[in-house]
């Protein structure tokens, strides 16, 4: 199918001027022509000849590049955009390894044992099942355009059956898996891949940048395990990892390898050709009517005293982009719809199907919806639908964000800041693909956040892109993989350095607690446990819950287990490409939500509150009046019950209460509470305090990730003019996760430092009331309400004012003084 001009998607877009006022910002980028260069001399003939049937006559400048450096034996990262071919540059070095007859030791690795006759094999790791199988679709693809017969690829995970994971580990060259597999199954068994391990020349990370926060610091622990266990097989693993335009990507790079910077080779110099492409901002209009062209029914409203949104409600980016999506849709263009939720996701391909059967009744069937959930084979038939082009319309949750070979795209919609200017290119990439011209609007949710973003263009389209911030010397997430390493092979004290310099102080604490025992060896797991299972890398806290048609027993989907009460209790409604379930019954014993076919005039919206309890307060410090504290805190989210609202409008037209459990997280937070006298010498009234609090927990979030390496994603908060347990006003910020990852303790031990720094925000950004830059925060769950900038920065000036200085004789040069934090 041919692409559609982007101009002329921009008239759809704006119905030839009609809504052009809610255009807030448009930007277009020139095309870039591609470079590309010759095939390195040292290619497979064969390899070759299949990309050359693909249609790759010639490889681009970039893709050569890191191929040079990964045959070299460097450790490289390729940072380049979406949709610039990066697979080519690992796997052109990979399969011409894994065609040799012997494995030849690279000359960074220079001493290494070799084996005669051992064929080179290849661990691909990437975040994701869908990405993993994706790959083996392009490979696959790639090895039969060149008739490669002798490579064997497969992918291995979770689901994989025994019998099958036997034969990857006799026999495969190129294994696609995840770091999950790695940790659970694969390290603790490695004599059963001892084959793999012994002739591992490279290991692929694919979309590295997404392995951040505390995830990422487990993947990169994973990874030193694995470098250390094909050591001791006699292997030396180059590791070659593909990334979305980062900042520091070598930096970033080097953390999860577990090297220095300048062992990883940076690759940045994209030489792939990139069409015109038109970033529009976008505002939905003022909720005047009830039809397309005037606002959504069901529409939130924003709240009044929100500085950014003016005097008008708006309606729901939801309900704008299924508009934009059937205009587009009739238009011919192939188009993706991001959305923020399952739930969304879900309600704008049914929206965008409704609409154009009004247009031609042949067009519903080429829109669906695609998300998290859904069963591994009925993604895959999305995929493929999409390629083909018999789907024209996919609105999708940020499954979809990461590198899925779904190309040739003309339109790209973003119902929502995405939340990471990372994740906002890395979806815009989407559209205009392979060089042609593309069309994005990022359409602004109704919320202060998305609001600001959408007026004050510089914010989005300006700003450098986040690092990827993670912190592999993390002690609560370091331990367990210490065990899990002491078992795999004794811990020798040469390797420390390989697991960074708290493990040697780690290792002792382990040792007193009785989780390793200490021999002249080295260090040994002693308990018949299997040490993996001491932590989950990526904490979702349980096995998902299967939503199952009691009728005939098919499985639709999945929900996570963390937000089964909410979406899936007895008496919700379960939508799913369109169609709508009722749950009969939520049996979370069995981890199974029994579901029956019907249709509704409604959706349910289920009814929660959520506390924070302080279970024990293990360091506390006084500023005088104002008390700092770190302690293990209960965060308890219950499912009260929920409401029937009537679609579109949302009346509510019934409800039921639940008899559901409360989930409690367990985890290390740290928090202040101040007395009343501290908020009357601050100005702050009992009105102005909630909002003061609000605005100073969500500056506060944003800050820590520059003290304790962490991202604001791991974090969680509260705040309250009134708490149960401190009798005061108290703001908590605490770990999201199970037991804690010491961001929160870092907190602690850095208060002054950290609350200066939450201070300079406030006084130093120019916005009036609030913004993205200080306050607002794309995580919030009351809609950044109520924020009060002004009386949270008086607030803290009289916090800070009651630091103890220094003590008498230290007033300079006090030893062990840190440097005041740079804020940005």
Same mark, same amino acid.
């Given at each position: 199918m041919e692409a559609v001009e982007s101009g002329a998607l921009l008239d759809v %877009?704006? #119905?030839?001027?009609?809504?052009?006022? +809610? *255009?807030?910002?448009?930007?277009?980028?020139? !095309? @870039? =022509?591609? &470079?590309?260069?010759?095939?390195?001399?040292?290619?497979?003939?064969?390899?070759?000849?299949?990309?050359?049937?693909?249609?790759?006559?010639?490889?681009?400048?970039?893709?050569?590049?890191?191929?040079?450096?990964?045959?070299?034996?460097?450790?490289?990262?390729?940072?380049?955009?979406?949709?610039s071919g990066k697979s080519l540059a690992f796997w052109l070095p990979a399969l011409t390894a894994a065609r040799a007859a012997v494995t030849p030791p690279p000359a960074a690795t220079s001493g290494r044992i070799e084996t005669v006759g051992r064929r080179a094999t290849t661990l691909y790791l990437c975040p994701t099942k869908a990405l993993a199988a994706d790959q083996l679709s392009a490979l696959d693809r790639l %090895?039969? #355009?060149?008739?490669?017969?002798?490579? +064997? *690829?497969?992918?291995?995970?979770?689901?994989? !059956? @025994? =019998?099958? &994971?036997?034969?990857?580990?006799?026999?495969?060259?190129?294994?696609?898996?995840?770091?999950?597999?790695?940790?659970?199954?694969?390290?603790?068994?490695?004599?059963?891949?001892?084959?793999?391990?012994?002739?591992?020349?490279?290991?692929?990370?694919?979309?590295?940048?997404?392995?951040?926060?505390?995830?990422?610091?487990?993947?990169?622990?994973?990874?030193?395990?694995?470098?250390?266990?094909?050591?001791?097989?006699?292997?030396?693993?180059?590791?070659?990892?593909?990334?979305?335009?980062?900042?520091?990507?070598?930096?970033?790079?080097?953390?999860?390898?577990?090297?220095?910077?300048?062992?990883?080779?940076?690759?940045?110099?994209?030489?792939?050709?990139?069409?015109?492409?038109?970033?529009v901002l976008w505002q939905p209009p003022a909720k005047e009517g009830t039809g397309r062209d005037g606002s959504a029914p069901w529409a939130s409203l924003l709240p009044e005293e929100d500085p950014w949104s003016g005097d008008h409600p708006r309606r729901t980016a939801t309900a704008e982009v299924a508009d934009l999506l059937a205009d587009l849709t009739s238009a011919g263009a192939r188009t993706l719809a991001f959305t923020r939720s399952r739930?969304?996701?879900?309600?704008?391909?049914?929206?965008?199907?409704?609409?154009?059967?009004?247009?031609?009744?042949?067009?519903?069937?080429?829109?669906?919806?695609?998300?998290?959930?859904?069963?591994?084979?009925?993604?895959?038939?999305?995929?493929?639908?999409?390629?083909?082009?018999?789907?024209?319309?996919?609105?999708?949750t940020n499954a979809l964000e990461l590198g899925v070979d779904i190309s040739g795209l003309d339109a790209v919609l973003l119902a929502g800041w995405p939340g990471t200017r990372v994740s906002l290119w890395q979806q815009a990439g989407r559209a205009g693909r392979a060089g042609a011209d593309g069309l994005v609007a990022l359409v602004a949710r109704e919320d202060p956040l998305d609001t600001y973003l959408v007026t004050h263009p510089e914010a989005v389209l300006d700003a450098p892109v986040e690092a990827t911030v993670f912190d592999p010397g993390n002690p609560y997430v370091l331990a367990p993989h210490l065990c899990a390493a002491a078992q795999e092979l004794p811990v020798r004290s040469e390797e420390l350095d390989l697991f960074g310099p708290r493990a040697a102080g780690l290792l002792d604490v382990l040792v007193a607690q009785g989780a390793l025992r200490r021999r002249a060896s080295g260090w040994y797991w002693t308990h018949a446990e299997q040490a993996a299972r001491l932590t989950d890398l990526r904490g979702t806290g349980g096995d998902p819950v299967r939503v199952i048609?009691?009728?005939?027993?098919?499985?639709?989907?999945?929900?996570?287990?963390?937000?089964?009460?909410?979406?899936?209790?007895?008496?919700?409604?379960?939508?799913?490409?369109?169609?709508?379930?009722?749950?009969?019954?939520?049996?979370?014993?069995?981890?199974?939500?029994?579901?029956?076919?019907?249709?509704?005039?409604?959706?349910?919206?289920?009814?929660?509150?959520?506390?924070?309890?302080?279970?024990?307060?293990?360091r506390s410090t006084s500023w005088g009046p104002v008390t700092w504290s770190f302690g293990m805190v209960d965060v308890t989210t219950q499912v009260l019950g929920y409401q029937r609202k009537r679609i579109p409008d949302l009346q509510v037209v019934g409800g039921d209460d639940l008899d559901l459990p409360a989930r409690t997280l367990r985890t290390a937070s740290v928090w202040?509470?101040?007395?009343?006298?501290?908020?009357?010498?601050?100005?702050?009234?009992?009105?102005?305090?909630?909002?003061?609090?609000?605005?100073?927990?969500?500056?506060?979030?944003?800050?820590?990730?520059?003290?304790?390496?962490?991202?604001?994603?791991?974090?969680?908060?509260?705040?309250?003019?009134?708490?149960?347990?401190?009798?005061?006003?108290?703001?908590?910020?605490?770990?999201?996760?199970?037991?804690?990852?010491?961001?929160?303790?870092?907190?602690?031990?850095?208060?002054?430092?950290?609350?200066?720094?939450?201070r300079d925000v406030l006084a130093t950004c120019p916005c009036p009331s609030g913004c993205p830059a200080c306050v607002q925060s794309p995580k919030c769950g009351n809609g950044?309400?109520?924020?009060?900038?002004?009386?949270?920065?008086?607030?803290?000036?009289?916090?800070?004012?009651?630091?103890?200085?220094?003590?008498?004789?230290?007033?300079?040069?006090?030893?062990?003084?840190?440097?005041?934090?740079?804020?940005?």
């Open positions: %877009l704006v #119905a030839h001027g009609r809504r052009a006022d +809610r *255009v807030t910002h448009l930007r277009r980028t020139e !095309p @870039r =022509e591609g &470079r590309s260069a010759d095939w390195p001399a040292w290619s497979d003939p064969a390899v070759v000849a299949g990309y050359r049937a693909l249609g790759v006559d010639r490889p681009w400048t970039h893709q050569v590049e890191a191929a040079e450096h990964a045959r070299a034996g460097r450790h490289t990262v390729l940072a380049t955009s979406t949709g %090895l039969g #355009a060149g008739a490669v017969t002798d490579v +064997r *690829v497969a992918t291995c995970d979770g689901d994989t !059956p @025994r =019998e099958e &994971r036997r034969w990857v580990a006799d026999h495969a060259d190129v294994v696609l898996t995840n770091p999950d597999f790695l940790h659970f199954a694969l390290l603790p068994q490695h004599r059963r891949w001892a084959r793999l391990l012994g002739s591992l020349r490279y290991v692929v990370l694919d979309e590295c940048h997404a392995f951040r926060g505390v995830f990422g610091a487990h993947v990169a622990l994973v990874l030193r395990r694995l470098r250390r266990l094909a050591a001791s097989y006699g292997a030396a693993p180059t590791v070659l990892l593909a990334s979305a335009t980062t900042a520091d990507p070598a930096v970033s790079a080097a953390r999860l390898v577990g090297v220095e910077p300048d062992e990883v080779a940076a690759v940045t110099a994209d030489g792939s050709p990139t069409g015109s492409r038109t970033m739930r969304a996701a879900e309600s704008v391909a049914a929206a965008t199907r409704a609409h154009l059967a009004e247009v031609d009744p042949a067009l519903p069937a080429t829109v669906a919806a695609y998300r998290g959930g859904y069963l591994p084979e009925e993604r895959r038939a999305l995929e493929a639908a999409v390629r083909t082009g018999r789907i024209r319309a996919l609105a999708t048609e009691a009728a005939t027993g098919r499985v639709l989907g999945t929900v996570d287990a963390a937000s089964a009460d909410a979406q899936v209790h007895d008496g919700a409604v379960y939508v799913h490409q369109g169609e709508s379930f009722v749950v009969e019954r939520l049996e979370l014993a069995d981890a199974v939500a029994l579901v029956t076919r019907r249709d509704v005039d409604y959706g349910t919206w289920a009814r929660w509150v959520t506390t924070t309890e302080v279970v024990e307060t293990a202040w509470s101040v007395p009343a006298e501290v908020l009357l010498e601050a100005g702050v009234t009992v009105e102005l305090t909630p909002g003061a609090l609000h605005a100073a927990e969500h500056c506060a979030i944003g800050v820590l990730p520059l003290l304790a390496t962490c991202d604001r994603w791991d974090l969680g908060g509260l705040s309250t003019a009134l708490h149960a347990d401190t009798g005061r006003a108290t703001v908590f910020v605490h770990d999201a996760f199970p037991g804690g990852a010491g961001f929160a303790e870092r907190g602690y031990e850095l208060a002054e430092r950290w609350l200066t720094a939450t950044n309400d109520p924020l009060e900038k002004a009386a949270a920065l008086r607030l803290l000036d009289v916090v800070l004012a009651h630091v103890p200085g220094p003590p008498d004789g230290d007033l300079e040069d006090a030893e062990g003084a840190e440097e005041p934090l740079a804020v940005p």
